[in-house]
T-cell receptor, first 115, second 117 residues
Framework: DSGVTQTPKHLITATGQRVTLRCSPRSGDLSVYWYQQSLDQGLQFLIQYYNGEERAKGNILERFSAQQFPDLHSELNLSSLELGDSALYFC??????????????FGEGSRLTVL | AQKVTQAQTEISVVEKEDVTLDCVYETRDTTYYLFWYKQPPSGELVFLIRRNSFDEQNEISGRYSWNFQKSTSSFNFTITASQVVDSAVYFCALSDDDSGGYQKVTFGTGTKLQVIP
């Protein structure tokens, strides 16, 4: 158990809909990362937050948005869903934000299926 | 710019064979960290090892060993006497500072290892 909690574990929805994925980082971790992994693909970095502030953006679509709340949990919002958005979405947390010492601990992922 | 290259997309070995997974990285930083993660068929990502840029000692953990060579910017992972349970996708990752001094993590594309009984 990594200590990172993601909900829901599985989600099936239709095209055009909107979903919210939730992540609770490990206790004490200030950084939260979101990654997308499509079928047989690597990990595509979406976005990173540190202590409530956005730190870096990767290949995140404009239809997607995220935020990190004061209690450090994070939500990833996916809207106007398309078939191609079907993927495993991982959240990871790290204690580090200002120094490169922290390995990422991953949640179990949220598997999104868009029909 | 940071970059991690795992040139081997897929590897198949017969059980009990040794196998080495290659990882080559690029960074301008002098202080950085390298990681390996395992993703078994169940899907979760499991942290295996962290190595900082100032420690080039090889590390061995059971059947796993890691060879870090700064001269060639490589951080290779060897599994000795492979077992079926080692079948997974293995990711190499690099952590260094972005321009703002915050941690940035870059993953390779992964190597899928299949161990055949």
């Amino acid at each position: 158990d990594s200590g990172v909690t993601q909900t829901p574990k599985h989600l099936i929805t239709a095209t055009g809909q909107r979903v919210t994925l939730r992540c609770s980082p490990r206790s004490g971790d200030l950084s939260v990362y979101w990654y997308q992994q499509s079928l047989d693909q690597g990990l595509q970095f979406l976005i990173q937050y540190y202590n409530g502030e956005e730190r870096a953006k990767g290949n995140i679509l404009e239809r997607f948005s995220a935020q990190q709340f004061p209690d450090l949990h994070s939500e990833l919002n996916l809207s106007s869903l398309e078939l191609g958005d079907s993927a495993l979405y991982f959240c990871a947390s790290s204690v580090a934000g200002g120094r490169t010492t922290g390995e990422l601990f991953f949640g179990e992922g949220s598997r999104l299926t868009v029909l | 710019a940071q970059k991690v290259t795992q040139a081997q997309t897929e590897i198949s070995v017969v059980e009990k064979e040794d196998v080495t997974l290659d990882c080559v990285y690029e960074t301008r930083d002098t202080t950085y960290y390298l990681f390996w993660y395992k993703q078994p068929p169940s899907g979760e990502l499991v942290f295996l090892i962290r190595r900082n840029s100032f420690d080039e000692q090889n590390e061995i953990s059971g059947r796993y060993s890691w060879n870090f060579q700064k001269s060639t910017s490589s951080f290779n992972f060897t599994i000795t006497a492979s077992q079926v349970v080692d079948s997974a996708v293995y990711f190499c990752a690099l952590s260094d500072d972005d321009s703002g001094g915050y941690q940035k993590v870059t993953f390779g594309t992964g190597t899928k290892l299949q161990v055949i009984p």
